[in-house]
Structures are given as C-alpha cells and as structure tokens.
C-alpha cells in the first residue's frame, strides 16, 4: 500500500485540525509549506491502539515518571536504531519535546548562568533558556556542515557557561552533525565541565544514515548528556504531544522529574499519548520507511525548484523534510516579501529571522515538503508563474 499518495491527503480534515501556519489557519487556497507537520495520515497501529486504550471507558492517572513500556520502547528504539545504551530506568516522558528543552534549562541553569546555542536554531532554545532565567549565547554553524568553529566556540565560555545545547539534526538547516564533531564535542564540554543537551527530534528523517546520536556508544564517553526528543516528526503526532527526555542516571532523572512538576500533577505525559507512542515505536517503523522513500522524492522535486527559480544559492540538506534556502540578493523585508508571495503564488512559507532561528538566519525562507507530490508541485508551479519569480 502506497501510505503517501496524492489521494492519501485529506485537505477537509487538515482545514479543521492542522493550525500553527497551517492548513486551518490560512484562506482555502493557501498551500502552505509552512510548520514541519506531515500532511499524511498516522500508521494503522497508532489509531489502533489509541482505539484500544479507550474501549473499556476508562481514563485514569499514569504514573508521573512514565509509563514502563513506553519507556522501554524508547530504549530499545536507541538501542536499535542508534546503538546507544540507555536506560528505561532514566527516560522520562514529557507533554512535548519543546516541554523538555524547557525543563532541561530550568534543570541545569539558574539567573547569572549561560548557555551555549546554535545559530541558526529554532528559537525554542533561546526561549528555554531565557525562561530559566539564564543569558544565551550564539555560536555560528558553517550551514554547509552544521558543525561549529572551535576557536568561535571557546569565546563563548567562561565561569558561568553551563551547558551548550545542539540541534542534531538541525532545523532548519536540514543537516546532521558528523561523528567526528559530536566527538570534538564532547572533548570540547569535557574541558570545560558543560552538559551537552542534544535535541533529536528530527534524528530519524535521516536520508543518507548520516545521524548519530549524542549518547551513541561509538562517541567518547561521558556522563554529561541528555537527549530530548519526541514523536512529531517521525510519526506525525504533534497534537498528541509526545516528547522524552534520556538522562544519564538517576540522580539526573530524579532532578528533572522534580522539576518537570509531573510529581504534582499539573505537568505530565498522558497516557493515551503514551499508548500511541508505544505503537509508533514497536509496530510503526515499516510506515516510517516508506515515509522516508516518499521523503526523497519530495526533497529531489524541491531543489529542483530551488534550482529552477535561481532567485537562491544552492542547498544540501540530508536530514528532515526542510530545506533552508538563502536569497542570492538581499531582501529588506522577509515577511512582506512572503505576504507578496502568498497574495500572488498563494503558498505560505516560513520566514528566517532572528525571531525565528537567530540572526544567522536573515535572507533566508524555510520550505516544508511533507506533503503530496501532486500538492508539491502545485505549489512550486504556483511560485515559478508568480510575477515576484517571473520579473526575478
């Protein structure tokens, strides 16, 4: 069964449920390629097991550290697909990868601390960061490779530096973080005594198998770092906020459980949600797969494009369904650039900006291509016919 087809898109249902830039938010003409959310719907397992869950009526309290085979899913998920050894024991679910990143800051910093991001990096970093009440500071990426410069990095540090926070694969430039890097690194943190906090969220859009993990076995050892990461990407199940974060040992667990408020009962992963993620994890990797084939296809139609239109330099990306492109001339105004484009071509992308992913990211657009081919193309048509491409 072919799960992506053009027939497999159901526009009327994504009108009334897919928001954030989306379908639901946009006039009816509007394609967007907008916010990184699959227009396809889930695998078979995971509305199964959602529709298991609720039979017998009952919608109880779950435990606050998590249900246990969710959490084992998630380790032998790492086990398997990223030959690293964690432990079920110090996995705690979360309500969003994006809860995560801010109980992880709010773990690790206090006021008078900093931190290390990216840049470019989706501005949930800085805003976790911030909200730990911490001082961020950025570090350029070569957008060609997603790695820092060492000596740019050192600058950065001091008696205050507690952590630096990585995005591997990184939104939005589409690019993982080579081995060799993850391990300069890790040396580079063990020197300076910095947690190393890698969000991993788009790790298994992988095309080239070009991803490694922060806590892979084959990466020096160190005791330093966490992973946060969730189901949106590689499932499609961004309202069922699913998220987790892999500590290093208990006493790592036990702070960020503390602090995750899950103990209290205003905070915590519901349990349906965790039932779908013990499916996604267990019985769903055959849909993500495919998802992954169709993905291909999706990326080679969208640099086409990007070559055709040679309004932008030319990109590489080899992870998630995103590409970044840079303008080849200047653009004073992004956003009414993109409101242009959308009144003429009708399709809404995403702007860079140093509100959006950091200053490194001016004179960019971010294009999402999760979606049907027919739909893709129509939209790139739209563009190529717009006067804004034509009068380029």
């Known amino acids: 069964m ?12 994504l009108r ?3 928001f954030n830039y989306r379908w639901a938010t946009l006039p009816e003409d509007v394609i967007p390629l907008t916010a990184a959310d699959p227009d396809f719907p889930v695998a078979k397992p995971i509305t199964d097991a959602i529709s298991d869950y609720i039979k017998d009526g009952y919608f109880s309290y779950g435990p606050p550290e998590g249900i ?19 432990s079920s024991d110090f996995i705690l679910p979360v309500n969003s990868a994006a809860f995560g990143l801010f109980t992880v800051a709010k773990m690790l910093l206090k006021a008078g601390d900093n931190a290390i991001i990216p840049n470019p990096v989706d501005f949930l970093f800085r805003k976790s960061i911030e909200h730990a009440g911490a ?3 950025t570090a350029l990426l070569d957008k060609a490779t997603a790695c820092f410069d060492l000596d740019n990095l050192k600058e950065f540090v001091d008696a205050n530096t ?5 995005c591997n694969p ?3 430039l589409g690019r993982s973080i080579s081995k060799e890097h993850l391990n300069v690194l890790i040396a580079f943190a063990s020197k300076h005594d910095l947690w190393i906090v ?3 969220i788009w790790a298994d859009i992988d095309f080239d198998h070009s991803v490694t993990s922060i806590l892979s076995d084959e990466l020096i050892a160190y005791p330093k770092r966490i992973v946060v990461s969730g189901l949106s990407k590689n499932f499609g199940l961004a309202s069922l906020r699913i998220g987790y974060v892999i500590c290093p040992n208990e006493k790592t667990f036990e702070e960020l459980l503390h602090e995750s408020g899950h103990l ?4 915590g992963l519901s349990p349906l949600a965790q039932a779908a993620g013990i499916a996604a994890l267990n019985d769903c990797e055959f849909w993500l797969d495919a998802f992954l084939e169709h993905l291909r296809k999706m990326r080679q139609l969208t640099l086409d494009f990007l070559e055709q239109s040679n309004l932008f330099y030319p990109v590489h990306p080899n992870t998630t369904y995103l590409v970044f492109p840079e303008f080849k001339m200047p653009v004073s105004n992004i956003e009414m650039w993109l409101n242009q484009l959308k009144d003429q071509a009708r399709v809404a992308l995403v702007p860079g900006g140093n509100n959006w992913f950091e200053s490194a990211s001016e004179n960019h657009v971010r294009i999402c291509y999760a979606t049907s081919e027919k739909i893709l193309n129509v939209a790139f048509e739209r563009m190529l016919n717009a006067p804004m491409f034509r009068n380029k």
Not at 68 to 85: E, L, P, S, T, V
Not at 162 to 166: D, Y
């Open 16 to 18: 009334k449920k897919a």
């Open 162 to 166: 507690k952590a630096i926070f990585i």
């Open 135 to 137: 001082e961020v500071r």
């Open 198 to 200: 890698s969000d991993e």
């Open 2 to 13: 072919d799960f992506f087809s053009d027939n497999n898109v159901n526009i009327e249902a």
């Open 264 to 267: 209290t009962t205003a905070f």
């Open 68 to 86: 246990h085979d969710f959490k084992n899913a998630i380790q032998n998920w790492y086990r398997r697909r990223y030959q690293a050894d964690v």
């Open 170 to 172: 990184n939104n939005p």
